[in-house]
């Protein structure tokens, strides 16, 4: 589904990624771990494509075709999703015209039919239910004055309408206390499925307590150092990052 | 702050109003077409220089006092103000060196603080000194000559250097640019001349010091500083004069040009006689100053404003070459009767130009400060941003503070951001410095320097520190 | 005098008790130059779209326009000339609504005695001008303690005709001691022939509150210059919205005195503009007493080759202690050839107060745009949407849901033409 390969990236002139290699296919979960500044974040950014953050050398392909020959809303129509580990706040547009046009156009693109409005508000409801946010908070401006938490949830629930076949999740579990952490967990969990993949990028073992990773891989000075099992993660845990220096 | 500490602060003492009792050559005053020509005949100036002069003063004629800014005076009369004034010594024979120049002068700069021999002098610092209408001395001249920097007289260079002078003087501020641009254009008397060749850093510190020293006589310098391509200066510029009763107009004109990636750093700290608690005497600082910034250069304002009944001033930056920058750095202090309208103009017009703003502005007694900016954004100018930043603090009742910022934008891709705070020094951070045993006027100037800091720290070392003991003395007794 | 001068100046048949007001205003007006591009005040406005003979409105016709329905009261003008009957209202006890030249020998003692109190004719040209052409007026008086609960919908509607004509318009409201009301003032209109001149007063007493919203949709060739002038006694509350669709000609100049001590202020404008519109709002907040406080936001939006001038002065007078003021303005210039003149001023002359004030002329923030595209909005649709919530947050936080489903489509068929980008907007 996704296969990196000996992926450059550059932010600011700075060289982040320095030969980044890694192959998803349906159904996986990967998680990448690594320490602050090691490209974690960068990685999901390259993926997505936002601005300002440039592959130099590599290449990146998804479902066969260049990833990197992409615009941003093309990716999310191919159906790669990142979710956000700072979601920005857009006051004035409200989160159900958000979501309408995100899945509006998404499905235009994918050669859907476009859901009706009812269809769609009561999916919407279904899945704000889903990720234990009130309706309310559909009508109120993107992300405009939500909690921390609120927001990961606000971010899970577009994955749930938009249906992607790659999630990234960029540090969706940090800042999250246990009872977020569940039900973020929750909604991953149920999303699972013999389609869908998903890459988790995080700092800490305890989200992988909840989500099952198929397979770990550790990111330092920009590349992918070690991968294995879950076991890895325990082991980092228990090691912390400073071992890795030797290896890098 | 109770009513009493306050006054106490605010009386000063304004350490540099003494009077050098010399003898001077001085015009009687008035204006016209012949006193024109008589300046430019005491200067032997060439028949090039006259005309422009001539053509000034026809353009000055035509004009009228400008009456926008947010100051109060009496019509200045202009035929009552002397325009040449010198020291009788300099007139008889031209020093070659130092050791010629009057002791008498010569004194006058070591109680200002500004030993003029090179061995007392600031390490690294290359002085030009001017008396009223000429300049007296200027150090380091061979020193500065070895790196093929030029710095002398605005008098000598127009001389000696007669093509820079007529490639770039009144290029970046026309003669009919405005009221005093006119007028200093057509009788300025001295200044100094910078040129910084191709790619050199120049190796030291410049500086002018300016002092108005005779009584009813106008000060009308011109200052040229042109950095070419890759070049690089720092210069500063002072200003005292002594305590008179009568008001003193000080018209000047500065003009930067800095070539392609050339940078100008230039600072002032302007200490003119602001005039006694009453508001009597004190220097008009009505100012044009203006730098254009080509290709990749940069320019950087500093200043900080301490003394002058009026100040006029908006030293603006041109940046016409893409990717130019200029920068605006301001502390403004106005105390007792002080009117200060000041700030700065940035005309965007390359792609990708940057600025920033920061303006300091401190009221006290009963005095009047604005700020007043331009922020223009032309329609080529793609991808320009400015910032700017102005925070006022009243100290007292009595005083005023303004902010006037025209921001215009022709451009969708430029962005332009504004901010203004208006802020007294509060009874809780006082009392939080008593408390910690500091006294009043301690405490207060310590506000107010960290007020300024980010604009201190613009400043070249030994300004930075004479500045905060500057803005000390002139708010002694303004606070409590 | 000059064509200028002569060519607004209308004669019509008025009351006469308002003779003295018409007299003093034709004199200033009389005595005034027109402004030019180096009147501080008019930098950035043209006036030359003025310079030709106005004629007053002759009969006109009953407006067929739907016209939307935001609650309460709805009163129709056209061209000035009120559709219908005042005396037919229910309105409660305590609340007086009445024409000039209707009024009763009471009610014209009452009017006289305020009119004009608020204007400061020195430095409002047009005002004069108004006072000059005042013909009649519509009075709106509630009495201490008196809540009218449910809006007033004054709708000012412009006929399509010829030859040019001026619409003198004239609001006085008085709202007496803890009195409520809520005012809507609704222009509407194309017609590059009209010109209202429209002059509104507010005197607040102490205590009272109004809620008021001036909403001016003309578009087109439309020409109008507006003032209004508020007063704020003790402890009163004024909420004002204004919102401009661009036109040929629009200047509205707001004025909020600070009268009593505790006053406070909300005002906020959006103004809208594509073609070669334009649009100039000045703002003036005078405090002149202790402990009153301003909160003002305005937000503006410049497509094609529109101009917009924004000039907002917060005046802290040296008595004027414990204020609070704040003023924000934002634009976002759409176009290459769209221009953006904003000037936010504060001018103080008293130490213990909190002002502050911000500009920006700027873009759509990257960050949003790119959250919007990663969800598979396309740029072009997502620039519309961030477009149309950087003004709508204002709007949103309007309290009537009509008003706000009213506007909503006009915010977006200003932004674009294309109803593809604006499809989930609407």
Not at chain 3, 399 to 412: K, V
């Amino acid at each position: 589904m996704l296969k990196i390969e000996d992926l450059h990236a550059r932010v600011d002139d700075k060289d982040i990624l320095k030969g980044l290699s890694l192959e998803v296919n349906p159904g996986e979960v990967h998680a990448i771990m690594g320490p602050n500044g090691s490209g974690k974040s960068t990685l999901g950014h390259v993926l997505a494509g936002r601005d300002g953050y440039e592959a130099t050398a590599g290449s990146v392909s998804f479902e066969g075709k260049d990833l990197l020959d992409m615009d941003t809303e093309e990716r999310a129509h191919a159906g790669i999703f990142l979710a956000f580990q700072y979601p920005v706040e857009i006051p004035g547009v409200s989160n159900m015209e958000f979501l309408k046009a995100a899945v509006d156009t998404t499905r235009e693109a994918q050669g859907l039919e476009a859901l009706d409005t009812v269809n769609f508000m009561k999916l919407a409801r279904e899945a704000s239910q889903a990720v234990d946010l009130d309706a309310s908070f559909l009508k109120r401006g993107v992300n405009e004055g939500f909690s921390g938490g609120e927001k990961k949830r606000n971010e899970l629930l577009q994955m749930m309408l938009l249906e992607p076949k790659l999630c990234i999740m960029d540090e969706t579990d940090s800042g999250l206390d246990i009872d977020a952490l569940q039900v973020v967990a929750n909604g991953v969990n149920a999303m699972r499925g013999a389609e869908r993949a998903f890459v988790l990028v995080t700092h800490y073992q305890r989200l992988l307590d909840f989500i099952e990773p198929d397979f770990v891989h550790v990111l330092s000075g920009g590349r992918i150092v070690r991968s294995g099992d879950k076991s890895l993660a325990l082991e980092l845990e228990d090691k912390g990052y400073g071992w890795l220096e030797d290896v890098a | 702050m109770s009513q009493e500490q306050i006054d106490k602060a605010i009386t000063r003492e304004y350490s540099a109003g003494f009077t050098t009792m010399i003898e001077s050559e001085t015009f009687p005053p008035g204006l016209s077409e012949d006193v024109v020509r008589a300046l430019s005949a005491k200067k032997n100036e060439p028949e090039w220089m006259l005309e422009w002069r001539l053509e000034a003063f026809r353009i000055w004629s035509e004009m009228a006092d400008p009456d926008w800014a947010h100051v109060n005076y009496p019509p200045v009369n202009f035929q009552e103000i002397s325009y040449y004034s010198s020291p009788k010594s300099m007139e008889e024979k031209r020093p070659k060196s130092l050791d010629e120049v009057d002791p008498e002068l010569l004194e006058t700069y070591e109680k200002l603080g500004i030993p003029l021999h090179e061995q007392a002098a600031l390490a690294g610092v290359a002085v030009d000194v001017v008396f009223d209408s000429v300049s007296v001395a200027t150090t380091f001249r061979e020193k500065l000559a070895e790196a093929g920097v030029l710095f002398c007289s605005i008098s000598e260079a127009v001389q000696e250097y007669p093509e820079l002078i007529r490639k770039y003087l009144g290029t970046v501020v026309p003669r009919k640019d405005n009221f005093y641009a006119a007028l200093n254009s057509a009788v300025f008397s001295d200044g100094s001349f910078v040129y910084i060749p191709k790619g050199v850093r120049c190796p030291m510190e410049l500086s002018t010091y300016f002092r108005i020293n005779e009584a009813n006589t106008g000060q009308f310098e011109r200052t040229l500083i042109v950095a070419d391509e890759g070049s690089h200066v720092s210069y500063l510029e002072g200003c005292t004069a002594p305590m008179r009763d009568e008001n003193q107009l000080h018209a000047a004109v500065v003009e930067l040009v800095a070539l392609d990636n050339a940078e100008i750093k230039y600072s002032t700290v302007q200490n003119w006689y602001p005039g006694d608690d009453e508001g009597k005497g004190g220097i008009y600082n009505f100012v044009t100053k203006r730098g254009l910034a080509h290709t990749n250069a940069k320019i950087s304002w500093t200043q900080v404003e301490t003394g002058s009944a009026i100040t006029w001033k908006y030293p603006s930056c041109i940046l016409r070459g893409d990717n130019s920058v200029g920068e605006f750095y301001s502390v403004a202090l106005t105390n007792n009767m002080q009117q200060a309208d000041t700030g700065t103009k940035m005309i965007h017009l390359g792609k990708n130009t940057r600025s920033t703003i920061i303006s300091k502005g401190i009221s006290a007694g009963k005095s009047s400060n604005a700020y007043r900016g331009l922020v223009r954004m032309g329609p080529r100018a793609e991808g320009a941003r400015n910032y700017t930043q102005c925070d006022s603090l009243l100290i007292g009742d009595k005083c005023a503070a303004h902010t006037f910022p025209y921001i215009e934008s022709k451009n969708p891709s430029a962005v332009v951001e504004h901010e203004a705070t208006t802020s007294k020094v509060s009874e809780d951070q006082l009392y939080l410095c008593l408390q910690r045993g500091l006294d009043e006027e301690k405490a207060v100037s310590m506000i107010v320097n960290g007020f300024c800091k980010e604009v201190f720290k613009e400043l070249p070392m030994e300004f930075a520190v004479e500045a905060g003991k500057l803005l000390e003395v002139s708010l002694e007794g303004s606070v409590g | 005098m000059s064509e200028f001068i002569n060519g607004l100046l209308v004669a019509a048949d008025a009351p006469a008790w308002l003779a003295n007001h018409r007299d003093a205003g034709s004199a200033r007006w009389r005595d005034s130059q027109k402004p030019t591009r180096k009147t501080e005040a008019w930098k950035y406005t043209s006036l030359h779209l003025l310079e030709r003979d106005f004629a007053a409105p002759g009969p006109v016709e009953p407006g067929t326009d739907a016209l939307p329905d935001f609650g309460g009261l709805k009163l129709v003008f056209v061209d000035g000339q009120l559709q219908g009957d005042l005396s037919a209202l229910a309105l409660p006890e305590g609340v007086q609504l009445v024409q000039f030249a209707d009024a009763d020998a009471a009610q014209a003692e009452q009017i006289a005695a305020r009119l004009g109190s608020v204007v400061d004719a020195d430095k409002h040209l047009f005002a004069n001008l108004n006072d000059a052409n005042l013909s009649d007026g519509l009075f709106l008086q509630v009495a201490a303690n008196v809540r009218l609960e449910s809006p007033l919908h004054l709708v000012y509607q412009t006929s399509e005709r010829e030859p040019a004509f001026t619409v003198n318009q004239r609001l006085l409201v008085v709202l007496g001691e803890h009195a409520e009301a809520n005012v809507i003032e609704h222009f509407l209109g194309a017609s590059p022939a009209a010109f209202t001149n429209g002059i509104t007063e507010l005197v607040l007493g102490a205590g009272s509150r109004l809620r008021h919203r001036r909403l001016q949709v003309e578009s087109g060739g439309a020409m109008h210059i507006g003032g209004v002038h508020a007063e704020l006694g003790r402890d009163s509350h004024l909420d004002s919205f204004h919102l401009a669709l661009g036109s040929e000609l629009k200047r509205v100049d707001i004025v909020v005195n600070h009268a009593g001590p505790g006053a406070h202020c909300d005002l906020n404008g959006i103004y809208l503009l594509r073609g070669s519109e334009h649009v100039d709002y000045h703002t003036c907040i005078e405090h002149a007493v202790p402990h009153c406080t301003t909160d003002e936001v305005f937000r503006g939006i410049m497509g094609d080759s529109s101009s917009a001038v924004f000039n907002g002065r917060i005046h802290i007078h040296p008595d004027a202690q414990k204020t609070r003021a704040e003023l924000s303005n934002k634009n976002l210039l759409t176009s290459t050839d769209a221009e953006i003149n904003t000037k936010p001023e504060l001018e103080i002359y008293a130490d213990d107060v909190q002002c502050a004030h911000g500009a920006t002329v700027a873009q759509l923030d990257e960050g949003m745009l790119h959250y919007l595209r990663t969800r598979g909005v396309d740029r072009a649709e997502a620039e519309v949407m961030l477009s149309y919530g950087f003004i709508n947050e204002l709007v949103d936080a309007l309290e009537n849901e009509a008003m706000r489903d009213y506007l909503h489509p006009l915010l977006a068929e200003r932004l674009t033409r294309d109803t593809r980008l604006t499809r989930h907007l609407v």
